[in-house]
């Protein structure tokens, strides 16, 4: 079962490779993100609905009009409206007092910066997990191709062993014991491709495509990723200005605030004004009259609501302040994280990968030389793909981290 399903991702991936391959820069994925990704195009549309609602709470309320006909006179007949009948005209408008439309407004307005801000928190959001995406799978394609390589160099050393098996000149043990290390090497390929699908997976549905796409790296952007210029009290002051999540905590407050002001305000009556023409039916023919009601706040001053609006104040001013706390927080972790991966990164020589790499190319040569003896072989073998695998998971963990820092912060600081 294992070979068949390593065997079907050798067929899926060299599928891959022959539909057109997506070579992309970090820069370029972020535009390409900005403009293809499905969530944040959609979300845009959140904040067009929000200054809708705007145009349409700034409006006055329309006019109301009203007739009255005689639908039937026992002298005269039915549908008596002429000179001599009877036939009424009513006009009402709404006039509303303590500033409630403005108030309103006001109200919906910061709604719409609220909307505006959650969605500079997904754009955020998302590109944080398209930065950990695209460089894991940068990495994970390095360490695929030293697979690739050692696998390719063992077969023709195993084949080589078969030869010399036929001929009588090693043992069997030797030879099975080669196979079994190709068979490790390569289910250990087959389950970082599994992972990398994963990250392809995420990666088109980030970026809204159906092509493969190939992280394409260079050292410049790599060298960018260092903290000389910032100290953690800068970082917590940028992250508790610039984090649009805060600022959405903060909106919710002020919306209360005007919440608040605007339930004190509907306490307030508004005013029904008028006029009326009557033709026949009042104490004098040809009637014109003007009218006003309110209504009279014995009972309902809408003090529930103002109750609850005054609460919600308290309420959003507590979660604020929680989400500043969570904020500071996880800047420090941030920051507590990339000294450790940086403290891990350069502990390790910086000529780390060439010295493995001058023994490995040595290694096939003196084991079919018969200069070291199998055991050393597969031991060098074993330990270097282990180490080189680590490394490059160790770099792609201390990218990571950097753009945690980023996230959490809420600006790009390495550009």
Do not use: C
């Not at 072989?377 to 330990?383: A, G, K």
């Not at 695998?389 to 201390?398: F, P």
């Amino acid at each position: 079962m294992r070979i068949y399903l390593t065997g079907l991702l050798v067929l899926l991936t060299t599928a891959l490779h022959a539909q057109d391959t997506l070579r992309l820069s970090i820069r370029q994925a972020d535009s390409l993100f900005l403009q293809n990704n499905l969530e944040v195009l959609a979300e845009k549309y959140q904040i067009d609905i929000a200054k809708s609602v705007e145009i349409q709470d700034k409006l006055w309320n329309n006019p109301t009009f009203g007739v009255e006909i005689s639908a039937y006179n026992p002298s005269r007949g039915a549908l008596d409206v002429g000179k001599n009948g009877q036939k009424a005209f009513t006009i009402q408008q709404l006039i509303t007092r303590a500033g409630k439309r403005n108030k309103q407004v006001a109200l919906d307005v910061e709604s719409t910066r609220k909307t505006e801000f959650q969605f500079y928190n997904l754009i955020r959001t998302l590109k944080f997990e398209l930065r950990q995406i695209f460089f894991e799978s940068y990495y994970l394609e390095q360490t695929i191709a030293l697979y690739d390589n050692q696998i390719s160099t063992l077969r023709t050393t195993v084949t080589a062993f078969d030869r010399e098996y036929n001929r009588k000149n090693i043992s069997l043990k030797e030879v099975v014991r080669l196979k079994a290390l190709l068979f490790e090497l390569t289910n250990e390929r087959a389950n970082i491709l599994f992972e990398l699908q994963e990250n392809q997976r995420d990666l088109r549905t980030l970026l809204s495509t159906e092509q493969p796409i190939k992280s394409l790296v260079d050292s410049t952007e790599i060298q960018r990723y260092h903290l000389d210029r910032y100290n953690i009290a800068s970082l917590k002051e940028k992250a508790l200005q610039s984090r649009a999540d805060l600022k959405v905590a903060q909106s919710e407050t002020k919306q209360a605030e005007l919440n608040y002001t605007l339930q004190k305000a509907l306490a307030k009556p508004d005013i029904q004004v008028g006029a009326v023409y009557d033709q026949a039916s009042n104490y004098v023919n040809n009637y014109f009259g003007l009218n006003a009601s309110i209504a009279l706040p014995f009972f309902n001053r809408n003090q529930g609501n103002i109750r609850a609006a005054r609460s919600s104040i308290s309420y959003y001013k507590t979660a604020e302040n929680a989400k500043q706390n969570t904020v500071s927080n996880e800047v420090d972790a941030a920051v507590q994280k990339v000294g450790i991966a940086d403290k891990a990164f350069q502990s390790v020589e910086g000529q780390f990968t060439d010295q493995f790499q001058l023994l490995n190319n040595g290694i096939y040569d003196n084991f079919q030389k018969r200069n070291i003896s199998l055991l050393e072989f597969i031991d060098f073998i074993e330990t270097y793909n282990e180490s080189i695998k680590e490394y490059n998971r160790l770099q792609a963990d201390r990218i990571k981290v950097y753009e945690e820092l980023n996230y959490v912060v809420g600006e790009e600081l390495f550009n």
